[in-house]
Every structure is written in C-alpha cells, then in structure tokens.
C-alpha cells in the first residue's frame, strides 16, 4: 500500500479539542515489552502482548519504494489506542535510526517530512504521537514533556537498544527567530559530530542555523523528556525545530530532507 498516504490519513484527523487519555503503567509496560519482541524479530510473540491493549503488528509493503515495515497501530481506528499513536519499523533489515514525531499537526508538515525520511532511507523507524498536543485535558497530549505516554515508552526501547533517535518540531518565524533551523542535543550540552555535520549541511544549503552547543537558542529542547532520557541512556538524539519553509513543499524544505536524510545514512553505516 502507499506508505505516505496511510500514515498521513491517519493524522489528518487529529484536533486540538480532540479526546485524549493517556495509557495506563500497566499498558505503557506492556506495550514495552511488545515492541521489544518486535524489535527483537518476535512479531508472534509481539501480537499476544499488544493484543489486549487493542493493537495489533500488521506487515506492509510500500508502493512506492518497495520497502517492507512492521506497522504497530490500533486494531479499532475510533479506539482509545488509536489515540496513542503508531510506530513504523523496517522489515528489511535491523533498526539503525528512529526519527519522532511527537506534535503532528501541530507542528504542521512534520509528520509528512518523517514519512519522507522514513520511504527515502533505508534501516530506519518512524514514531507518530497519535493526537494533537493540545486535545484531551491540560498538556496530557503534549508526549515530548511527558513521560506517561505510549509515545515515550516506544522511544525508549528504541534507546535501550542504542537505536538514535531525531526528533522533528515546528515553530514560526520571527524576528526573535531568525532561522530556517535550531539545531541541538536536548538535554545534552554537549555536541556530536552528527550535530555539527547536519548544521554544516544546512548552512552550506543557504539556510540560517543556531546551533544549540554554540549558542543560546531560543527552543532547545533541554526539557525534553526523550532527549532527558536518550542522555541518560547514552543514546543519540538530536533535537531539530524547523521554520515553515524548511518543512513544507518547497526548495528549502527539499534541502533539509536531503540534509536529514544524510544524517540518518551516518547513522544506519555506523
């Protein structure tokens, strides 16, 4: 089937004042342990843990670039589940790089960038927050500063694995954001070589970059609960917020596709 279309429809349905509750200690250890199954190549076994929780391992072939994934999503698409978001593995080879996607919607084109990560680079795992940040009550929904989450559950069996991870957000332009990019580690003060590569490539692609071990960026993420744990864990994570045109349908947005794109190829040789 059409990878982009299917993921994409998903999320087309999310709003603000949409309903929202977040999965219990029992369900977030038990979808733990299924996706930890499925990472481990035990889709059987996978099946029997997510199955009470109303989810389901489905395998797809993509139309469009062959590729094969694993698809972790609600069994009923009005269920409570299928608010708590989905999870795209490849089939065809070991998991080597994750890209997240914790505010779709919200943060608006990030979930089509991280379709299009994920269809043009091989070795890799998509993560979709299954609401928009602001449905359900208070911040519930809000899975990038929240730790009771299935979204942060799946992040970190990724990162007990040493699977890196990137993270996509969105912000608005304006004069105290001057930039097509905020580049950064999270939690992490520290740099990588990734980092500095990825804000080289960007910049030499024309685009304003602030780079977060460099400089006092405004949107950091050193609240992050995923980059709190990926340091925690000693996992990589990078921490990327994206103007408008760096993440739409034009040239900018092309560039830093490619640019991406280059970072995880880094991280699936490695």
Not at 172 to 194: D, F, K, L, M, N
Not at 197 to 202: E, G, Q, V
Request: one cysteine or more.
């Amino acid at each position: 089937m059409d990878l982009r279309s299917r993921i994409l429809m998903y999320t087309a349905g999310f709003e603000p004042d949409g309903p929202y509750t977040p999965p219990g200690d029992d369900e977030r250890e038990r979808l733990a342990d299924g996706v930890g199954r499925l990472l481990d190549g035990d889709a059987a076994q996978a099946e029997r843990l997510l199955a009470p929780l109303g989810l389901g391992v489905t395998r797809l072939t993509d139309t469009d670039s062959g590729r094969r994934y694993d698809e972790i999503a609600a069994l009923r698409p009005n269920g409570e589940a299928a608010r708590w978001g989905r999870l795209y593995l490849t089939a065809d080879s070991p998991v080597r790089w994750n890209v997240q996607v914790p505010h779709p919607v919200s943060d608006r084109d990030t979930e089509a960038l991280g379709v299009r990560l994920l269809e043009d680079t091989p070795s890799g795992a998509l993560v979709v927050a299954g609401a928009h940040r602001r449905a359900g009550r208070g911040d519930a929904a809000d899975v990038a500063h929240r730790e009771d989450s299935a979204f942060h559950s799946i992040v970190v069996e990724l990162q007990k694995r040493g699977v890196p991870g990137l993270q996509l957000h969105g912000f608005a332009e304006s004069s105290e954001r001057p930039y097509e990019a905020i580049v950064s580690g999270g939690a992490a003060q520290s740099t990588s070589g990734e980092a500095t590569a990825l804000a080289d490539r960007l910049e030499a692609d024309g685009l304003r970059v602030c780079r977060g071990w460099q400089a006092r960026c405004p949107l950091e993420g050193t609240a992050n609960v995923q980059g709190r744990s990926a340091e925690r864990r000693h996992a990589g994570f990078l921490h990327v917020e994206l103007a408008p045109d760096a993440r739409d349908d034009g040239p900018d947005a092309d560039e830093t596709s490619d640019a991406l794109a280059d970072l995880l190829r880094t991280w699936a040789d490695d």
